[in-house]
């Protein structure tokens, strides 16, 4: 049902989003630190940035390193500097989606893309208090054999404690090479105190789910959109296809984003082939109308797709398509707002350089960048429903498809 992109694999990138309280993240996955999104194929691009010289002048920047080499009391390589002149020039844009990666970078890149990654296999949240807890413990991942519940706190890792620390930093913590070892200190049910030696194992996890809801409703659930996405979705959508669900709720919340193609083939499974999905514009510019691909086996099913201010990129575009073509209804909270696509090029030794190339907009005209997508009904999940381990956004989801 997929086309290959054009040259280089294009995706839509969200970066920098806010960590609100009890959002979730996988530890090893790192969804916090913005490293998701669009991208795109864009083959040999007609130069845009115009006004700049054909050579830098690297005379100022010579002088520059001289001045450290003679000054800086410390320790640096050759590499070091080198990697931070090109960060450097990427993060001159002031674009927070066009980042250099290094060949390491790149790699952990595609594999959080494709989720699969070096750590324990638990999910986390962290509270207002910036309290690190256990949301998860993934069953048959070192985490749950390790024994980690479910409410968890984690108060160490390694012997420092976690207070101070972001969500991410946590997660860039406890993550490591497979076969390394991480110590956990948890407060377990705000009484008992234990510890946990963990060994990493890689840890690959599939980024569809999907399962039966009471009323014989489908549920579908995409934690982002991946090398193995459309064939997932393809195969569970025929599933309920064939058990004549009465309803789909399709759920995106907190989905950062990932492969163009996949999205257009996951929104391929409701919309009629020919039907557009979205539109790319490079200044006032269209440049690429994106389609639908056909198979459309679950047209006509009544869908609501959940969203939440952790939904972005792709997991937007989908809902847009959706909702712009009155082939969904839209449940939870606004979306993150990420409207601009990357151009993702590979460079000398496996670095890559991740480059914003352009906008794109719904069926309906609009581009969502910092705006969301606000939904049809909004339902928000107050901390202490989900403390409780309430979901009111599914409740409301569920209640529309059994009118």
């Given amino acids: 049902m997929s086309k290959p992109p054009r040259n280089n694999q294009l995706l ?3 970066v920098g989003l806010i960590v609100a309280a009890f959002v979730i993240f996988t530890v090893g996955v790192g969804v916090g630190d913005g490293r998701f999104g669009i991208t795109v194929s864009h083959g040999n691009n007609k130069p845009v940035a115009t006004g700049l010289p054909s050579k830098l002048d690297y005379s100022s ?3 520059v390193y001289q001045s450290l080499k003679q000054n800086y009391n410390g320790q640096l390589t050759e590499q070091q500097l080198i990697d931070g002149m090109k960060h450097g020039l990427a993060e001159s844009t002031q674009d927070p989606y066009t980042v250099y990666f290094t060949a390491k970078e790149a ?5 959080q893309l494709n989720n699969s990654f070096a750590g324990i296999g638990a999910r986390l949240s962290q509270d207002d208090d910036k309290n690190l807890i256990v949301g998860e413990a993934i069953a048959g991942f070192p985490a749950d054999k390790a024994g980690l519940k479910t409410n968890d706190i984690i108060t160490e890792i390694n012997g420092a404690a976690t207070g101070t620390l972001t969500l991410d930093d946590a997660i860039s913590k406890i993550r490591g090479p497979e076969g390394t070892k991480v110590t956990l200190q948890i407060v377990r049910d705000h009484a008992q105190t234990l510890n946990f030696t963990i060994t ?4 690959t996890l599939p980024s569809v789910t999907s399962k039966t809801l009471d009323g014989n409703i489908g549920y579908l659930q995409i934690s982002s959109f991946s090398n193995d996405t459309m064939d997932l979705a393809q195969k569970y959508a025929q599933q309920f296809k064939d ?5 789909i709720v399709l759920d995106m919340r907190n989905d950062p984003g990932g492969l163009l193609e996949q999205a257009i083939n996951v929104s391929s499974l409701w919309l009629p082939q020919g039907t557009e999905v979205l539109q790319e514009k490079r200044g006032n510019v269209v440049t690429e ?5 056909g198979g459309d086996v679950l047209k006509g099913v009544p869908t609501v797709v959940l969203v939440n201010e952790g939904s972005a990129s792709a997991a937007e575009i989908t809902a847009g398509a959706l909702h712009d073509n009155k082939a969904a ?3 939870g909270t606004k979306s993150y707002g990420k409207g601009v696509v990357q151009q993702l090029i590979n460079l000398k030794d496996g670095a890559q350089l991740k480059v914003t190339v352009a906008s794109w907009y719904r069926p309906n005209g609009q581009n969502i960048n910092k705006k969301g997508i606000t939904p049809d009904d909004t339902v928000k999940i107050s901390a202490d429903q989900a403390k409780a381990g309430q979901d009111p956004q599914l409740d409301a989801a569920q209640a529309y498809l059994n009118k």
């Avoid at 058990?243 to 309803?247: E, L, P, R, S, Y």
């Avoid at 109308?289 to 691909?293: E, H, L, M, N």
């Fill in 329 to 331: 209804h839209i449940i």
């Fill in 200 to 203: 990493r194992a890689v840890i």
């Fill in 243 to 247: 058990a004549h669900v009465k309803g």
């Fill in 107 to 111: 790699k952990d890149f595609n594999d």
């Fill in 12 to 14: 839509i990138k969200r």
């Fill in 289 to 293: 109308t994106y389609q639908s691909r």
């Fill in 61 to 63: 920047i010579d002088e």
